[in-house]
Nanobody, 115 residues
Framework: QVQLVESGGGLVQPGGSLRLSCVVS????????IGWYRQAPGNQRELITD???????TYDTSVKGRFTISRDNAKMTVYLQMNSLKPEDAAVYYC?????????WGQGTQVTVSS
């Protein structure tokens, strides 16, 4: 069974930075496209970026130029470097497979952007 563990969230002021981590176990991580999703209160969970096993990345327009996704296959970990954070980036952030998420989601990591 796949396990996803996200970490690195917290409270940051607008314009600040955070680096999220996602450890994936129980799957052949190296072959998977992994994405970061986020869900704000009252909103649906949305995919904001993903990274293929080749290293090719895709970004939603809302985060392009500010967020950077990367992966370390040896550590089975995907990272999300978030810079120039805005209040509208506040959400719970999750990682999962793209385009077909595994059934089991992690607990997510809360990102709060406030002065």
């Amino acid at each position: 069974q796949v396990q996803l563990v996200e970490s690195g969230g917290g409270l940051v002021q607008p314009g600040g930075s955070l680096r999220l981590s996602c450890v994936v176990s129980g799957s052949d991580f190296r072959l998977q496209t992994i994405g970061w999703y986020r869900q704000a209160p009252g909103n649906q969970r949305e995919l904001i970026t993903d990274i293929m096993h080749t290293g090719h990345t895709t970004y939603d327009t809302s985060v392009k130029g500010r967020f950077t996704i990367s992966r370390d296959n040896a550590k089975m970990t995907v990272y999300l470097q978030m810079n120039s954070l805005k209040p509208e980036d506040a959400a719970v952030y999750y990682c999962n497979r793209v385009p077909l998420p595994w059934d089991s989601w992690g607990q997510g990591t809360q990102v709060t952007v406030s002065s």
